[in-house]
């Protein structure tokens, strides 16, 4: 809403100064309207273009982050074009209408700007005779940025605090469906202990379906937390889960908290439920277990390890009954005799349904517990043979209980063997840099396997990747649209050269505020950087013309000009600019400053979002009010004096004209 509107305030602002020294008549009205718009307007719908323009590359996002910012960027474009057409259309005839200059109150009137105008006129004058300690100063805030950019992490999206908490350990596949089910009622009974907990609902095992393929290892437990007003006081969504890990420590069993829907998506895109996951792939499912639990004992000793667990693609116990064809012939029995013993007495058999009014019961029967509980009980299991003879089962099958893998994952046609580690205290880009090295130094990969990082960690990348291709198109779009708009290269090399300025003040807020750089802070730069832009535009746009302006007046008089012309129209452009560079910035203040102190659930991107704006927006104010009128002071003492008889346009495209007074 602030971007949308700067170019109004920039229009009528010009106007009111234009009223100022020129009473709007019945005459002169249009004429003046027209003036105050040439002026300004060429500059404003190339700014607002640029905007429009920068966020392109958000649009080049792909999957989650392309589906989260997407409607934000369609959203801003829209509005912004709109923006940059009305700019040039419909305002300046709004003008005209409405504006009828009856009571204008003369700027040197205004209390509030006579405040700002005392305050900044002395600052410009040091910037004027010491352009080069300013550049100097601007330069020193940039490369100062290298601190807090170093000491930002880096992580695909900021977690959103759902209200509730999924818990999804993994057990050993050896567990027994009775040990695992009682291991989930303590989990459950543990976790209910904390006051902040409603309910706690938990699953083990798999539905009869393939779009659950849960192993029985997996255990999801949804936790409702109470409302936060009865929450113990000074409690937080972290300090809960720091606690409910404390109290539930069972042996073997790897924690993992994660919120439900970031769960369910994560667990679409890439199968991998923690932050970060380590797929081992090769031919030998034995040799990735043993690769998987290298690994895993690499990554525990990494800073900010919370759990690491590798799945164990063997270990999973199985009874093994071979039959002995030939023994099973002699006895006239065939496979599938033997076979149809074995599945009634151990796995029972449906034989019958029961009807219970509406309810329908299917009947299962099988042999009793002490007949099949035990190796030795299941080789004496009855058999009668065609010729009514009674033989054990034993007498014509091998039974034997023997290792195997638990679940066999397969990806690209590999068989693959995951690792799970959640983080906790530390961003994901360093934490996976660390743990990339540390195992890449004390694993070694046989021929023939290859291990892959997946989770939250291929997001960030494939962001990052996206992102890197299409932003350098983009500011080379961007340099294209300035030169059309001032027609100068050593403009367009100003506002350019000056951005980094701009976009200090929003890493130095991000160290304060304590955030990782993510997609949402990506997205919070590209805006900035095209409000600095913008704004940037402007005040070269009112040097410009002031420049212009003291041009033709050393021209008239028949002589050279001179440094104190350039130091002149600095002072004069400069101070044009406070007033409508003030009621932008209040205005983008306005509109940040609620999504800083939001909450609920989505406000931990959006204040993401916002950060780099709002920090952004005090170095940009720094831009455009001192570092823009220095350099354009330098580039013109380094140009030395100009033929003050032929009088060149500095303005190009942006600004025709005469200069308001």
Known sequence: IGAMVDAAIVMIENLHRKIETTPLTRENRWKVVADAT?????????????????????????AQEGRMFKPLAFTKTYAMAAAAILSITLVPVLMGWFIR???????????????????????????VRHPVLMIAAALALTVATVYPLSKLGTEFMPELDEGDILYMPSLFPAVSIGKAGEILQQTDRLIRTLPEVATVYGKIGRA?????????????????LKPRDEWRPGMTMQGIRDELDRIVQIPGVTNVWIMPIKNRLDMLATGVKTPVGIKVAGPDLDRIGQLSAAIEQAVKAVPGTASAYAERTVGARYLDVDIDRRAAARHGLSIADVQDVVRSAIGGIRVSETVEGRERYPINIRYPHDDRSSIEAIRDLPMVTPSGAHIALGDVATIAVVDGPGMIRSENARLNGWIYVDIAGRD????????????????????????????????????EKRLGMIVPITVLLIIVLLFM?????????TIVGTLPVAL?????????????????????????????????????????????????????????VTMADVHDAVTDGALLRLRPKIMTVATIFAGLLPIMYGTGTGSEVMRRVAAPMVGGMATATLLTLFVIPAVFVLVNRLDAVRNPTSLPSTTGAAAHGQPAE
């Open 504 to 560: 200090s003040g929003g890493f130095w807020l991000l160290w304060m505020l304590d955030y990782d750089l993510s997609v949402a802070v990506v997205v919070g730069f590209i805006a900035l950087a095209g409000v600095a832009v913008e704004t940037a535009i402007i005040m070269q746009v009112y040097l410009n013309i002031a420049l212009d302006k003291r041009r033709r007046m050393a021209a008239d008089e028949g002589r050279a």
């Open 428 to 463: 994901l880009g360093s934490y996976v840099a660390e743990a990339r090295r540390v195992v890449a130094e004390q694993v070694a990969l046989p021929p023939g396997y290859s291990v892959a990082w997946s989770g939250q960690f291929e997001y960030l990348e494939r962001a």
């Open 485 to 493: 708009a001032f027609g100068r290269a050593v403009d367009v090399a």
């Open 38 to 62: 040439v002026e300004v307007g060429p500059a404003l719908f190339f700014s607002l273009l640029i905007i429009t323009l920068s966020f392109v590359p958000v649009f080049a996002l792909e």
């Open 208 to 224: 009869e379906t393939a779009t659950d393929p849960a192993p029985l290892t997996m255990v999801e437990t949804t936790v409702r």
């Open 101 to 127: 200059g009856r009571h204008i109150i003369p700027e040197h009137r205004n209390p509030v700007s006579r405040v700002f105008i005392w305050l900044y006129r002395p600052l410009l004058g040091g910037v």
